[in-house]
Structure formats: structure tokens, C-alpha cells
């Protein structure tokens, strides 16, 4: 199974400041890397398709990097509803597993 | 507009079993391979499940294969997950999702909520 292990666990930061999340993976998983928003008590929202497609509807501010093993999220400036936790999922092999998230707080 | 509404969920005690759905509307169910995946209290995201868009291959976690079942039914546009034996570590939210044929889940339910307890 695939590990991917994602940097850091929390991320204080001010609206307007951007944020720089990682994703690792164990091995190699080509592009074929997401990136999901998780706000509290909603399902998972898809943002990043294949490692650097914005999904359809997600802002510019948006913007992922990356590939083989080492992934990034860009955030350019934080909107006050992009403070939530943060996934990364692969889809190289099953089961498809996804990185214990990423929790961007407000500082 | 895409909608997944997963039912079925509730309280079952250890050792029990349990059948959760998710109705698909808005598009056509039958070219989509679906997921389940599950949420524990306050942890992360966990794949369940899987299976192609004919039912014909079916995919499982390690931690619930030989358990659960997969299956679903495109003339109903319905997804199941049929649980069996139950145990304390599979009290989650399950989500069921769509999955585009080259891509990744990209639509989701808002879940079911599965509490397994004496």
C-alpha cells in the first residue's frame, strides 16, 4: 500500500497570507495525485485532479505542483472559508489511499 | 445537478450487520465507477470500496475485506455497502463518491453515520 504522509499537521496562518502544504508518497505515483478541502461537517470537496487540474469551480488562488513522490498545494491568499483540513489521495494503485491531512487554522 | 444520498446507517452492536445505500441522481449512474469511503470520529479519510461501472470488478480494503460486500444496482441508479461483523474500529461517517473513469472521486454524499456499540 502506498503511504503518503503529509507536512504540516497544522498551519496557522492570517487570512491574505498563502499556504504551502506538502504531500509525500511512498513510492512513486506518477501525477496521479488530489488534493481534497474537508470543512467541519461537510464531505470532502475535490480541488486538485492529477496532481495540477484545477477541478471545476475551484478558485485560481488554487494551484498544485509536483510529481513521482513529492507534492505541493498552493494557496495564494487565504479566504477566510479556506481555513479547513486539507487531503491529498493517490490513485496509482488501490486501495487508494490518502495522506492524516493537513488542518489550516486561523492565526 | 449531482447528487449522492447515502442512507441506511445507524446503530448496530458488535458482531452485527448492516446494508448502507447512496442514490445517485443528476447523471448517468451506470458510466461511473463508485467508492465508499469511511471517516472515523475525528480522524482522517479511509478508502472502503470500489467497484467498475458493470459491478463486474470490486475492490475492498484490507481492513474490511472477506466483511463487507460491495455491489450495486444500475437499473435502481443505487450503490450498496453490505457490512458484516461489525466491530468497534468500523464506526465511521461513510461517504459514498463518484469516480470519472480516469480521474477521482470528484462528487460525494454527505454521508451516513455508522455507530458500532453494546
Known amino acids: 500500500e502506498i503511504v503518503l504522509t503529509q507536512s504540516p499537521a497544522t498551519l496557522s496562518l492570517s487570512p491574505g497570507e498563502s499556504a504551502t502544504l506538502s504531500c509525500r508518497a511512498s513510492?512513486?505515483?506518477?501525477?496521479?495525485l488530489a488534493w481534497y478541502q474537508q470543512r467541519p461537517g461537510q464531505a470532502p470537496r475535490l480541488l486538485i485532479n492529477?496532481?495540477?487540474n484545477r477541478a471545476t469551480g475551484i478558485p485560481a488562488r488554487f494551484s498544485g505542483s509536483g510529481s513521482g513522490t513529492d507534492f505541493t498545494l498552493t494557496i495564494s491568499s487565504l479566504e477566510p472559508e479556506d481555513f479547513a483540513v486539507y487531503y491529498c489521495?493517490?490513485?496509482?494503485?488501490?486501495?487508494?489511499?490518502f495522506g492524516q491531512g493537513t488542518k489550516v487554522e486561523i492565526k | 445537478e449531482v447528487q449522492l444520498v447515502e442512507s441506511g446507517g445507524g446503530l448496530v452492536q458488535p458482531g452485527g450487520s448492516l446494508r448502507i445505500s447512496c442514490t445517485a441522481s443528476?447523471?448517468?449512474?451506470?458510466?461511473?465507477?463508485m467508492h465508499w469511503v469511511r471517516q472515523a470520529p475525528g480522524k482522517g479519510l479511509e478508502p472502503v470500496s470500489a467497484?467498475?461501472?458493470?459491478?463486474?470488478?470490486?475492490y475492498y480494503a484490507d481492513s474490511v475485506r472477506g466483511r463487507f460486500t460491495i455491489s450495486r444496482d444500475n437499473s435502481k441508479n443505487t450503490l450498496y455497502l453490505q457490512m458484516g461483523s461489525l466491530r468497534a474500529e468500523d464506526m465511521a461517517v461513510y461517504y459514498c463518491?463518484?469516480?470519472?473513469?480516469?480521474?477521482?472521486?470528484?462528487?460525494w454524499g454527505q454521508g451516513t453515520l455508522v455507530t458500532v456499540s453494546s
Open positions: 463518491a463518484r469516480r470519472p473513469s480516469s480521474g477521482f472521486p470528484d462528487y
Open positions: 443528476g447523471f448517468t449512474f451506470s458510466n461511473y465507477p
Open positions: 467497484i467498475s461501472t458493470n459491478g463486474g470488478d470490486t
Open positions: 513510492q512513486s505515483v506518477g501525477s496521479y
Open positions: 492529477d496532481a495540477s
Open positions: 489521495q493517490q490513485r496509482y494503485n488501490w486501495p487508494f489511499s
